[in-house]
């Protein structure tokens, strides 16, 4: 399944903590910070969204970069903490000048950033976090490209019924993320006839979560969603198996690595469905094929993990949407300019064609983009789209 924008038709290893992609030194560059959890419990997806980044960016720059000016990332770990993720955004932006973010995966790590966004008024284009609370903050320096869980509830709407589910539980990470996508899902459930049983949380270091499956276990319902990392993920799905749980498991949030899952999880993953962002087994499916392929087979070329396609693209889309809006900045891209420039983009992308509508009241208004999120299963240790 594949739902469209209602705007357009259609392991790695731990990197340094700070460093930069840095641009020919002959070159003009400008500068775009990063801000990804690099080392940490869910560094593997960060350094897939920084290799996307990477793409893009050596992309741009092969093509004569922005304006005649290269690209010049520069790039700093929040280490998967809020704390460090604001400190690592005041350090980008006060120490190292970058006028524009792209960050900051998780949605806890993005709404700690945001003050600083705020104080320093700089713009941050939001890649991965999905909680509801970030474009309803009232920050006009938050442009996201990522579905957040209302969006992706809404358009998972259209699936509830072909699916068959009449009851479901819920078990999720306990976090911004996890506890939003809970309150989303349930609401369209159930205005969806779908009774709402168990809704359960799980901490997001957790590795035994045997006591909140075997709660589950007792439950009568059909399904069972599921809202964490894939890291956790692996562990859930094979501990399901082990208590025996049979029912249909449905994860959230697009931050699954399904090619992850058969390796790491094996047959516990079978049969599991994953609400995804880009579907790289099919990339005729996507809005722009070509695009999809020609990505595909740089992330190939450069012999990186097929696992990381579900989140490199973010990186990729988010570096593509700054440097869009830089091409239209007249005169020195400053802060202001940029943020000014980034209502105007309108840009095809991995995941559709990335167009911003306000979010929020009047000046204060944050940026959303409607992406579009699609339906995979493992199926016979593959993944396929469900139709």
């Keep these: 399944m594949k739902r469209r924008s209602q705007l357009f038709a259609s392991g790695l290893a731990a990197v340094a903590m700070s460093f930069s992609v840095l641009a020919p030194a002959h070159a003009d560059t400008v500068k775009i910070g990063v801000n990804q959890p690099l080392t940490g419990p869910i560094a593997a997806s960060g350094n897939y969204v920084l290799e996307g980044a990477k793409i893009a960016a050596d992309e741009i720059n092969a093509a004569g970069g922005v304006k005649g000016n290269q690209i ?103 976090n911004d993320w996890g506890r939003g996508a809970a309150a989303e899902f349930r609401r369209v459930l159930e205005a969806n006839g779908v009774e709402v049983g168990k809704e359960l949380i799980m901490d997001a270091s957790a590795q035994d979560m045997t006591s909140q499956l075997s709660e589950i276990k007792g439950s009568d319902a059909d399904t069972l969603f599921v809202t964490t990392a894939v890291e956790q993920l692996t562990l859930l799905l094979k501990q399901a198996q082990s208590l025996g749980l049979k029912r249909q498991i449905i994860t959230t949030g697009g931050s699954q690595n399904p090619d992850q899952l058969i390796d790491h999880a094996g047959s516990a993953a079978e049969g599991s469905k994953h609400l995804l962002f880009f579907t790289p087994w099919v990339a005729e499916e996507s809005a722009n094929p070509e695009m999809a392929e020609a990505f595909i087979a740089e992330w190939d070329k450069r012999g990186l993990n097929k696992a990381g396609l579900t989140e490199s693209f973010r990186g990729y889309d988010g570096i593509k949407t700054i440097a869009a809006a830089l091409e239209k900045v007249e005169g020195e891209p400053t802060a202001d300019k940029i943020r000014e420039a980034l209502w105007e983009v309108e840009l095809p992308a991995l995941n559709g064609n990335i167009k911003f509508r306000k979010d929020g009241e009047g000046d204060k208004a944050s940026a959303q983009y409607d992406a579009n999120t699609y339906l995979v299963e493992i199926k016979d240790g593959e993944v396929v789209m469900v139709q």
Aim: charged share 25%.
């Design 72 to 174: 010049e990332l520069v790039v700093e770990d929040n280490k998967g903490n809020p704390t460090e993720s604001a400190n690592v955004t005041e350090k980008l932006i006060v120490r190292d000048e970058v006028p524009v973010i792209l960050g900051a995966w998780g949605s806890t790590l993005t709404l700690a950033a945001m003050p600083k966004l705020m104080e320093y008024k700089v713009p941050m284009v939001v890649e991965t976090s999905s909680s509801v609370k970030i474009t309803k903050a009232g920050n006009p320096y938050v442009f996201r490209i990522a579905p957040t869980s209302a969006i992706e509830a809404d358009n998972f709407a259209e699936m509830v019924e072909p699916l068959g589910i009449k009851k479901a539980d819920l078990l999720v990470v306990n």
